[in-house]
């Protein structure tokens, strides 16, 4: 009986990679305390700081609790292994001594701020930075730190006799340059673009006007905003936009890529002419076609002059068809990009079947109509994910070409979030604005990971 | 029939008959896509180097009477923006001194992010760039006020070093992406072969990675000064019109509604504006295309 | 007397899959191991996690009497070399050679000196101010070995270091690593999927399936007793035969199969069990007496030649006995024809018999 037992506690220390219990609860609970932080001292303090008066405190004290845990955890990994009390002996003193001085660093100016200044003030505005983020935070890393030392100094003790020597340096020591590298990425990914993304969609259920505020209005803004005829106009053009440029892009792009795919002649040159309005700003864009379809100068005073007096293409003065005006500007900055991606899709594709489609007599068009496009599924999920995100981000383009005039006849949705969240001083209709404009992003990226991802870990490493 | 079917041989060196019904065809439409492509840039060079007085009288397409280099001039030092009349030379430089740092920080960032990531796989590496990769396709609308939050709070609201920071950290999924991907694509063996020969984390990175990566840098710089420069949103929203970038500015100069509208000046704004990220696409030519289609394609 | 390596209970698992399951393996100084086995068999993530460049799940590893199994790669004295050369492209070949050295801050005076004594050793001298790209891949692969070299080690570690090459330069470099090992006598262990290479270089072979080692032996041994169905089938090309049957413990062995009844005696049985069992034998192509030379052989059959292979330098022929097909190869000399009748015989001491079950030699 106790032998199974033995058996059983020696299967779960090797699933646990040969740790003891305290060593494992020590890494969790000191990891966890310092996502905590983060989390609590980047993206969500605003959140916390909406909640009312409790919130500093909750800010300051939750990260603690993790963090007695691993202190409970450091301590008994100390009892077990008397010998790290022995500092000069210890392998890791070189490792722990540098966490200390850290933590003495953090303490020092986390108390003496003030008197420090002076000092401080030499580094300019991040100096104060400095001081205000130690006087914030410094007490909890400098405990932070020191615990790491004392985990070390424990280790260190354990490894001596261990039959495992080195196994700290390597799992947690040196691969710590790569996770610290990597600690910009984490801050991007969770503190903004989580972070961000939450704190917008929990905002649009308040009255923020000027200011962000914890007045909960529940689901008025977004009644509001349906309710608004500007906002409806927007999200019809962007539909209108969105189904015509979709197709138009995928359609051009892929005969444009077809053209070229004939082993044609000065086919960088056409190459870099089909793609030169790509490399150019959508305001730039907007602009020029602003110009050429300007009715007193433009395309329609030309064709006007030539004899045909009654001719009229004036789109962007015609609030029924501007966002179609809109639309050409942009599928001639963007088809030729698409037209990049369907390429590279075209030359992907194996030289041997056009030759058994040869062979099979199957005229071209055809071929690429049945059987080269069904086989870029992948580069056409792609392309259509990349449109997709592009349209709903369209913004530059109209505030250039049409402010989005005439009236309000080719608003867009991102327009109208910039609107009223840095003009209009309705910041939560903003919010609640880009919150749909998230939604319907989902809607396309939902079944587009579902379909990159969702077949199995084919593309996990 | 038979010209129909040689069409589609793709590669391979084969006799064809120059004015074939294919190749009128073929070359033809593409001839004429191009000139419609090329007709925008045209009138655009050709109307900033009219006077307005002919602008008036003729049509868009006519190639100018009389040259003039004024609109240009105008354009550069005396264009009004509100109250500001030294023309876009203040966007020109704002733009230019956003760009530099915005580049340099983003790239060494991303390409160490990449590097990570592709060679030093640890936990949690991949949670944080499904994150990264999924966020770049969120509206940057959704991010933009908590942004707005942050950067009050460390100080940063509406200088440039601020709008440094929001291109970092935009640029960071598309170029981390990239990184990545190239990075992976370096044999795992020479990585193998640097640790046994003792080289840590940085000394890889320095030593083996980054003299071989020179090309996928230069593509990573492609993307971003072309992106930087365009951006438009950002601009808006986190600089103050003391430090507005050039596109910003381009915009308030030739949509501003006083005064009476120079055409001819605007175009020229519009063409200096867009310069540099065409200089760019001229120079850097199949390079471009390498980097927006590996942007764009996921590995 | 002390193992230059010594890998004790080593277990590497990813998530769910095993990949090396309690694996032990001692190996002599100077020894030349060579593990083989088809690919996905863990030999190449054994020899990573020799070479530290793997963190194992569990067990042990032990380089000159040291546990290394946490330490860096660079600081377990051992020198490694790659299927794909793992050149640093940007370097000259002096300069990868005298990467390592330079990262371990040695003086310039030794890293010369070291550099110099391994090109003189592989004949790389004029290449040394030449970079990866401009070199064949012959070339490559020694300066790779001379990467190896430079570091003093006491343990070679190859991964597959022929694969990438053509079959002539492959055989003229499996000599040139051969000379390399009888002139340094350093301990070698080489990983292959390549027999031929398993069988010339190694002192030991070790024949790996599904993370186990399922023999550890020298390669004759390997080659005429096979410990099990796997590594019989695994070695010899063209690959041994096998007739399903039945085994009798009486009479010295008797097997029966479909037709035949052959008595077994002369084999040298490894166990004991007595009573009728399901058994496979095996004999290897070329171990069969045709038309004359069957004559003096302790068992004899006659079957009919259903397909002839020439393969220059002799020829395989097929037919079928006990319900098998079979192939035996004759000296290209031998005319074999489809549709003839041929005679075999064979000695039951050079067969081998395994249980139907286990897969285990009897």
Not at chain 1, 57 to 80: E, G, K, Q
Not at chain 1, 115 to 142: E, R
Not at chain 3, 158 to 180: M, Q
Not at chain 3, 324 to 350: M, N
Request: aromatic share 10%; hydrophobic share 50%; glycine share 10%.
């Amino acid at each position: 009986m106790a032998e199974s037992a033995n058996a059983g506690m020696a299967g779960a220390a090797a699933t646990l990679g040969g740790r003891n219990g305290n060593e494992g609860l020590f890494l969790t609970s000191l990891f966890t305390a310092l996502a905590v932080w983060l989390g609590l001292a980047l993206g969500l303090s605003g959140l916390l700081g909406g909640l009312g008066d409790y919130a500093p405190w909750a800010t300051i004290l939750l990260p603690w609790i993790p963090l007695a845990v691993a202190a409970y955890a450091a301590f008994n990994m100390v009892r077990t292994h008397p010998g790290s009390v022995n500092f000069t002996g210890n392998r890791l003193r070189g490792y722990a001594i540098g966490w200390l001085v850290i933590a003495a660093v953090l303490l020092v100016i986390a108390v003496a701020g003030q008197p420090l200044k002076p000092v401080m003030d030499l580094l300019g505005k991040s100096g104060q930075i400095i001081v205000d983020f130690c006087a914030d935070y410094g007490y909890f890393l400098a405990a932070c730190c020191v615990l790491i030392a004392v985990g070390l100094l424990a280790t260190g003790a354990r490894d001596e006799a261990s039959e495992a020597p080195g196994r700290v340096e390597r799992t947690f020591v040196q691969k710590l340059t790569a996770k610290v590298s990597a600690i910009p990425m984490a801050l991007v990914a969770i503190g903004v673009f989580t972070g961000g993304t939450i704190w917008t969609v929990i905002f649009s259920f308040t009255n923020s006007k000027l200011l962000p505020t914890t007045k909960w209005v529940g689901l008025d803004q977004y009644v509001r905003l349906w309710g608004e005829a500007r906002w409806i106009i927007s999200i019809k053009n962007l539909a209108i936009y969105g189904v015509c440029s979709l197709v138009l892009s995928l359609v051009i792009g892929f005969i444009l890529a077809a053209l070229l795919d004939q082993k044609i002649r000065f086919e960088n040159t056409f190459r870099t002419i089909l793609l030169y309005p790509f490399a150019l700003s959508f305001i730039v864009t907007g602009l020029v076609w602003q110009w050429v379809l300007n009715p007193d100068f433009g395309v329609q005073q030309v064709v006007r002059s030539l004899g045909w007096t009654d001719f009229v293409f004036d789109p962007l003065y015609n609030q029924d068809i501007v966002i179609f005006g809109i639309l050409i500007a942009g599928l001639w900055q963007g088809t030729g990009f698409i037209m990049c991606l369907m390429l590279a899709g075209l030359r992907g594709i194996d030289e041997d079947i056009w030759k058994a489609a040869r062979v099979d007599g199957i005229p071209m068009w055809r071929t690429y109509l049945f059987v080269v496009l069904p086989m870029m599924r992948p580069v056409l999920i792609t392309t259509l994910v990349i449109i997709a995100s592009g349209i709903v981000r369209l913004y530059d383009l109209v505030v250039a070409q049409t402010s989005g005039g005439p009236g309000i006849a080719s608003e867009v949705p991102a327009k109208y979030v910039y609107d009223k969240m840095f003009l209009g001083q309705n910041l939560a209709q903003g919010f609640a604005a880009s919150t749909m404009m998230l939604l319907s992003v989902f809607i396309v990226l939902v079944p587009w990971a579902y379909l990159e991802f969702g077949g199995g870990k084919k593309n996990n490493e | 029939m038979s010209d129909a079917t040689l069409a589609i041989e793709p590669s391979g060196p084969k006799p064809k008959p120059i004015f074939s019904r294919r190749n009128i065809i073929v070359y033809g439409s593409l001839i004429v896509i191009c000139l419609y492509y090329l007709v925008p840039l045209y009138v655009m060079v050709v109307t900033s180097l009219k006077g307005m007085p002919e602008i008036r009288l003729g049509n868009i397409f006519s190639p100018p009477l009389e040259i003039t280099f004024q609109p240009w001039v105008k354009a550069w030092a005396e264009a009004c923006t509100g109250l500001n009349c030294d023309g876009l030379s203040r966007g020109f430089w704002n733009s230019v001194r956003i760009l530099i740092p915005s580049v340099i920080v983003s790239i060494i960032i991303a390409s160490v992010n990449g590097y990570a990531l592709a060679n030093w796989r640890f936990k949690g590496a991949n949670i944080f760039f499904t994150i990264l990769i999924f966020g770049s396709f969120i509206p940057y609308q959704v991010m933009l006020y908590p942004i707005v939050i942050i950067l009050r709070e460390i100080g940063l609201y509406g200088s440039l070093t601020g709008l440094v920071i929001v291109h970092t950290i935009f640029g960071m999924p598309i170029l981390t992406l990239l990184f990545r991907n190239y990075f992976t694509s370096v044999p795992e063996e020479l990585f193998k072969a640097a640790r046994i020969d003792g080289a840590g984390f940085w000394g890889i990175y320095f030593r083996i990675m980054l003299p071989m990566s020179l090309p996928i840098f230069v593509v990573a710089m492609i993307l971003q000064v072309t992106g930087i420069w365009n951006d438009f949103l950002f601009g808006v929203v986190y600089t103050k019109p003391d430090t507005y970038p050039m596109t910003v500015q381009l915009n308030n100069i030739v949509n501003s509604v006083q005064g009476v509208k120079e055409y001819n000046v605007n175009m020229a704004a519009t063409i200096i504006t867009g310069l540099v990220p065409l200089t760019v696409y001229f120079i850097s030519g199949k390079l471009f295309v390498r980097g927006i289609a590996a942007g764009a394609v996921k590995g | 007397m002390q193992h230059s390596v010594s890998i004790k209970d080593l277990t590497l698992s990813f998530g769910n899959l095993t990949v090396l399951d309690s694996l032990n393996l001692d190996v002599s100084q100077g020894e030349f191991i060579v593990l083989l086995g088809p690919s996905g068999c863990g030999k190449s993530t054994l020899l990573n996690c020799i070479a530290g460049l793997l963190d194992v799940t569990g067990g042990q590893i032990f380089i000159s009497g040291k546990n290394v199994t946490w330490t860096e790669p660079k600081d377990r004295g051992i020198g490694m070399v790659f299927q794909s050369y793992a050149l640093y492209p940007q370097m000259t070949v002096e300069r990868n050679l005298s990467f390592g050295l330079r990262v371990a801050g040695l003086p310039k005076a030794e890293i010369e000196q070291r550099v110099k004594r391994a090109s003189e050793v592989l004949q790389i001298e004029p290449l040394l101010n030449r970079k990866p790209a401009a070199l064949s891949g012959g070339q490559r692969q020694r300066v790779a070995i001379g990467r190896a070299l430079v570091r003093d080690v006491d343990v070679f570690l190859f991964d597959e270091p022929l694969s990438n090459l053509d079959a002539k330069l492959r055989s003229e470099l499996r000599v040139e690593i051969k000379r390399l090992h009888q002139r340094l006598k350093n301990t070698m262990i080489y990983v292959t999927h390549d027999q031929i290479e398993a069988l010339t270089l190694a002192d030991r072979v070790a024949i790996m399936k599904g993370g186990i080692i399922q023999q550890l032996d020298a390669p004759h041994t390997i080659y005429h007793k096979p410990v099990n169905l796997f590594v019989a089938g695994f070695m010899g090309s063209p690959s041994m035969n096998f007739i399903s049957g039945k085994l009798a413990r009486t009479d010295g062995g008797r097997f029966t199969a479909d037709g035949v009844d052959w008595g077994l005696k002369g084999y040298e049985f490894g166990t004991t069990s007595g009573g009728e069992q399901g058994a496979v034998l095996g004999i290897r192509p070329e171990h069969f007496g045709v038309n004359g030379a069957s004559e003096s052989m302790p068992i004899q059959f006659e079957g009919e030649i259903e397909v002839v292979e020439p393969m220059g330098s002799d020829t395989v022929g097929w037919t079928s006995v006990g319900g098998s097909q079979i192939k035996f190869r004759v000296d290209s000399e031998t005319a074999l024809h489809v549709g003839d009748r041929v005679k075999l015989g064979f000695d039951p001491q050079r067969a081998s018999v395994f249980d139907e079950q286990s897969g285990d030699r009897l």
